[in-house]
């Protein structure tokens, strides 16, 4: 009997728990992607905007594609261990300058030099080159493998003290508790995140597909292309 009793408890509290009104409902998957888009968005631009500190104007006028990752969580830098989610897009040929539509990435991995520390880090990575964004819009793609990644110099006028930009395919930033220095990614693999694609563009879509096509971006990334298309070279 009292058996029973703790049995009926037990049932009654779960279910209380349940419809509790300040129960933590997990967001469905397509709310954290979006929210993630404006993470991302948000995380370029207060990189962009810091006059002494950003990534220099003429590496991004430069690069074919970006990728943004926000929020790395400390917690998880272990070897082979998912720990970012973010977006790359790359600049689309079909609409001149302007960026493509952002495709969803995972990374994974990497090696001691990416464990900086903080309770979050945002990555930003730059690929200088035809032959990069190839490789990075491959289903997997480890950096230091397939292609060469650098860290990224800081500043407005860094690139003038450096040869970085000459040498290296994807050059690579990181943000932790308001520190933004070049960071080394050395191991770390990028694959497309084909799920979060398929619940922001409502059908499955390869990252090659959504940034080589004219496709429209969802809804949740206006902010990003906002951002995006703001620090693009103009048109002479």
């Keep these: 009997m009292s058996k029973q009793r703790s049995l009926l408890a037990t049932t009654a509290v779960l279910s209380i728990a349940a419809i509790s009104p300040f129960a933590v409902t997990p967001l469905p998957a397509d709310e954290k992607d979006v929210e993630r888009l404006s993470d991302a968005a948000t995380v370029f631009s207060e990189i962009m905007d810091a006059p002494d500190k950003g990534i220099p104007q003429d590496l991004l006028d430069k690069a074919h594609c970006i990728v943004i990752v926000p929020g790395l969580k400390k917690g998880a830098f272990i070897v082979g261990a998912k720990y970012g989610k973010g977006f790359v897009s790359c600049r ?44 990075l819009l491959s289903s997997q793609f480890t950096l230091g493998g397939e292609g060469d990644v650098a860290a990224g110099p800081v500043g407005r006028n860094a690139t003038a003290q450096t040869d970085a930009k000459f040498t290296a395919k994807i050059l690579s930033w990181s943000r932790t508790r308001g520190i933004f220095a070049g960071v080394s990614l050395q191991g770390a693999t990028l694959r497309q995140d084909e799920e979060a694609n398929r619940d922001l563009y409502g059908r499955k879509i390869s990252n090659r597909q959504i940034v080589d096509s004219s496709i429209k971006p969802p809804a949740g990334a206006a902010k990003l292309m906002s951002q995006l298309n703001r620090y693009s070279p103009r048109e002479k």
């Design 92 to 135: 689309n040929q079909k609409a001149g300058r302007n960026w493509s539509s952002p495709g969803a990435i995972r990374v994974e991995g990497g090696s001691v030099g990416f464990q900086i520390g903080g309770s979050e880090t945002d990555v930003v990575l730059l690929v200088m080159n035809k032959g990069g964004a190839d490789r």
